[in-house]
T-cell receptor, first 113, second 110 residues
Framework: DAGVTQSPTHLIKTRGQQVTLRCSPKSGHDTVSWYQQALGQGPQFIFQYYEEEERQRGNFPDRFSGHQFPNYSSELNVNALLLGDSALYLC????????????FGPGTRLTVT | QKEVEQNSGPLSVPEGAIASLNCTYSDRVSQSFFWYRQYSGKSPELIMSIYSNGDKEDGRFTAQLNKASQYVSLLIRDSQPSDSATYLCAVIYNFNKFYFGSGTKLNVKP
């Protein structure tokens, strides 16, 4: 049973560019959340998708947007990249039950130069 | 502002000892609590979830929750060098938003 997968593993972009990160949830999971983790910090919640709609959003600017597809996979888009966007971007998925347990993918390391 | 507080450490314990990791949270409404382990350069891995007051044991791990004191802890018995990692406490607010602490770095010395 494949776990949560993310692509790409690493990415280097220049300030002002746009980036798209991709996530496939664990089999049987229908809810996907995205997190940003800066070095030495805990993950910061960006947003959550369920039934192809954004259900919750953290304190991130509109430059951060997302999408969920009918097969539950998801994309995170970041426009007008800033140096401060350099971080590990994590995708997590969970089941529709009430446990709220979520499982993380390996992450995408984004470096903005 | 919802907050989850953890001592950043590092917490150093000898092999075979009990490691005690602590976490406090700010919102009394929170109902679900989680401990994740994160090795350097890797993504967080779920260790334990706890939803009601008291203790929950899973192998060498015990999670403890005290909602009145807004406090959750993780005990690791018979600590091993392979337990050396950063441990993240996570709390759910508003049913869907996970808030993480900044993590406690644990070093288990052989």
């Amino acid at each position: 049973d494949a776990g949560v997968t993310q692509s790409p593993t690493h990415l280097i972009k220049t300030r002002g560019q746009q980036v798209t990160l991709r996530c496939s949830p664990k089999s049987g999971h229908d809810t996907v959340s995205w997190y940003q983790q800066a070095l030495g910090q805990g993950p910061q919640f960006i947003f959550q998708y369920y039934e192809e709609e954004e259900r919750q959003r953290g304190n991130f600017p509109d430059r951060f947007s997302g999408h969920q597809f009918p097969n539950y996979s998801s994309e995170l888009n970041v426009n007008a990249l800033l140096l401060g966007d350099s971080a590990l971007y994590l995708c997590a998925s969970r089941t529709p039950d009430s446990s709220y347990e979520q499982y993380f993918g390996p992450g995408t390391r984004l470096t903005v130069t | 502002q919802k907050e989850v507080e953890q001592n950043s450490g590092p917490l150093s314990v000898p092999e075979g000892a009990i490691a005690s990791l602590n976490c406090t949270y700010s919102d009394r409404v929170s109902q679900s609590f989680f401990w994740y382990r994160q090795y350097s350069g890797k993504s967080p891995e779920l260790i334990m979830s706890i939803y009601s007051n008291g203790d929950k044991e899973d192998g060498r791990f015990t999670a403890q929750l005290n909602k009145a004191s807004q406090y959750v802890s993780l005990l690791i018995r018979d600590s091993q060098p392979s337990d050396s990692a950063t441990y993240l406490c996570a709390v759910i607010y508003n049913f869907n938003k996970f808030y993480f602490g900044s993590g406690t770095k644990l070093n288990v010395k052989p």
